[in-house]
C-alpha cells in the first residue's frame, strides 16, 4: 500500500531507485553524489532486456512505454533488496517513477499529477479550471488542415508538440502560412527515429497557443508533502521571441526584484497544489509578462542535462555539495530545509547546434577554458553523432560553466568562451 498523499517516514534503507533513459547526462552525476554519501543507486533504464548488461551497472532493463509492466519488473527486482526512496530524471522516467513509488509505498507525487505535469494541454487545461492567468489555446490534430485550424486561431501563436521537451518542435507563427510550416514541421519532427520510438498517442495532437510577450526564468526546487522549497530562480538573459525557443544561458541569482521573487515562488507552488504534485524535484519554466507571472510548464523532475552543476549549496555542518546529493537526501526522508544556494553567481550555457549535420571536433577549448570566470565546459557531443538544430533537434554540443560575484560578469563570461569555440560540422549523410 502507497502511505497517505502528504506523509513522510523515515527509513533506515541507505538505497535509491534512479528511474533514467540510459543515455543521460546526469546518471553518472547522481553516480557521483551517490558514493559521496554512501548511498547505494539502483538503476531502472530503458535498455534492451536481452543484452546481458551490457553497460555493466547491473541495472533493472524497462521499457518507458509499456508503465504496468516496467513498474512489475521494477517491483520484482526490488523484492530482496527494499529501496529508501526514488528519483527520476528526464519526463517519461519521472511518470515510471512515480508509479514504482506508488507501488512500494514510498513518497512521491501521484501518477495522475505527474501525467498532467507532462503533458502541454492538461497542464493549459488544468490551469483554467483553477483560473490561473494563461494564454488562450486550442487542441489540434495532426492530420488537420493547417488553413482550417487557422480559422480559429489569432496570431501570432505558438505552436507545441504535447510531450517533448527543451522546447523541441516549439515555433511562433505569425500568418496563415507559418502556420502550414510549423505543423508540417511538427509532424517530421514526430516522425524522427529517436522520437517515433517513443510515441504515444497524445503525440497526435499539438497545442497552438497565445503567443506571451515577456523574459523567461526558470524555478528549482522540491516538494515535500506539498510544500514548495525554492533552491534558484534562474534567469534566461537572451529574449525568447521566437521563431524557435532555444534556450541557452541560465543564471543565478535572478536580478528581478525579491518582491517579484517571491510572486514567481508563490505562483508555482500554487501551481503545483492545481496538478496535485506533492513530493519531488521540481523543474518550472514561467514567462514574466506585464500581466503577471505565468506559468509555461511545471515538470516534476530535476533540472535537465548537467545545467544541476550550476547550482552549489550550503551544506548545514560546513562545506559545499551538488544538486544531486540534495535530492538524494530527499529521496531518503531527510529533511533539506537548511540546504542554500551559494552566495555567488553562477551559470550554465547549453551550447547550441549551429547547423544540421555530423559532429566533429571542436577547437578553441584552451581559449575558451582561459576566460575569467569559466570553471568547466564539456563537450557532450560525440564524433560523427548526427546534430540538428531546433525546432528538429534535441540536444546541445555541451555545456559551459561559469561564476563570479554577479549575475551580469557570469554571462559575459559565458558568451565570451562560446565565442572562442570552432565546430568542424560535416553535412549529413544523404539516405538512399
Known amino acids: 500500500m502507497r502511505q497517505a498523499a502528504g506523509v513522510r517516514r523515515s527509513l533506515p534503507v541507505s538505497r535509491v531507485l534512479l528511474v533514467a533513459a540510459t543515455t543521460g547526462y546526469q546518471i553518472r552525476s547522481f553516480g557521483e553524489a551517490a558514493e559521496r554519501l554512501n548511498v547505494e543507486l539502483v538503476l531502472a533504464t530503458d535498455r534492451c532486456h536481452v543484452l546481458d548488461d551490457p553497460w555493466r551497472d547491473n541495472a533493472i532493463a524497462i521499457k518507458f512505454q509499456n508503465e504496468v509492466e516496467a513498474v512489475r519488473t521494477i517491483a520484482d527486482a526490488l523484492a530482496d533488496r527494499p529501496v529508501g526512496g526514488v528519483l527520476a530524471v528526464g519526463d517519461r522516467p519521472a511518470l515510471i517513477a512515480a508509479l514504482a513509488a506508488e507501488v512500494l509505498g514510498l513518497p512521491g507525487s501521484p501518477p495522475n499529477a505527474v501525467r498532467i505535469a507532462g503533458n502541454k494541454l492538461l497542464t ?36 507545441k508538440p504535447l510531450t517533448l521537451s527543451a522546447s523541441r518542435g516549439v515555433m511562433r507563427v505569425d500568418t496563415r502560412d507559418q502556420l502550414e510550416e510549423a505543423m508540417r514541421r511538427v509532424r517530421r519532427v514526430l516522425q524522427l527515429s529517436d522520437v517515433a520510438g517513443s510515441r504515444h498517442s497524445s503525440d497526435l495532437t499539438v497545442l497552438v497557443e ?54 514567481i515562488a508563490q505562483t508555482v ?40 552543476r550550476a547550482l552549489r549549496f550550503s551544506a548545514p555542518g560546513g562545506g559545499t555539495v551538488s544538486l544531486e546529493q540534495v535530492l538524494l537526501r530527499h529521496a531518503m526522508a531527510e529533511s533539506v530545509c537548511e540546504y542554500r544556494r551559494e552566495d555567488r553567481a553562477s551559470g550554465v550555457m547549453m551550447i547550441p547546434i549551429p547547423k544540421d549535420g555530423l559532429y566533429k571536433s571542436v ?29 528538429e533537434g534535441g540536444s546541445y554540443l555541451g555545456f559551459i560553466f561559469a561564476r563570479a560575484e554577479q549575475p551580469g560578469q557570469v554571462e559575459l563570461a559565458l558568451k565570451a568562451a562560446h565565442g572562442c569555440l570552432r565546430f568542424d560540422i560535416a553535412k549529413p549523410i544523404p539516405l538512399v
Open 269 to 308: 507552488g500554487r501551481a503545483v497544489a492545481v496538478f496535485g504534485l506533492t513530493d519531488g524535484p521540481v523543474h518550472a519554466e514561467c514567462r514574466i509578462g506585464t500581466d503577471g507571472v505565468f506559468v509555461l510548464e511545471i515538470a516534476p523532475r530535476p533540472i535537465g542535462g548537467l545545467c544541476a
Open 363 to 391: 577547437g578553441g577549448l584552451e581559449s575558451a577554458r582561459a576566460v575569467k570566470g569559466i570553471e568547466e565546459i564539456v563537450i557532450t557531443a560525440q564524433r560523427d553523432q548526427r546534430i540538428r538544430p531546433l525546432p
Open 210 to 263: 497565445q503567443y506571451l510577450p515577456g523574459r523567461e526564468v526558470v524555478v528549482e526546487g522540491v516538494l515535500t508533502n506539498g510544500v514548495l522549497q525554492t533552491f534558484a530562480v534562474f534567469d534566461k538573459p537572451d529574449p525568447l521571441d521566437g521563431p524557435f525557443f532555444e534556450e541557452t544561458i541560465y543564471l543565478a541569482p535572478s536580478v528581478v526584484t525579491d518582491r517579484a521573487e517571491r510572486e
Open 124 to 159: 493549459r487545461v488544468r490551469l483554467r479550471e483553477a483560473n490561473f492567468p494563461a494564454p488562450w489555446f486550442e487542441a489540434v490534430q495532426l492530420d488537420e488542415r493547417a488553413q482550417d485550424v487557422a480559422d480559429r486561431v489569432s496570431f501570432p501563436c505558438v505552436v
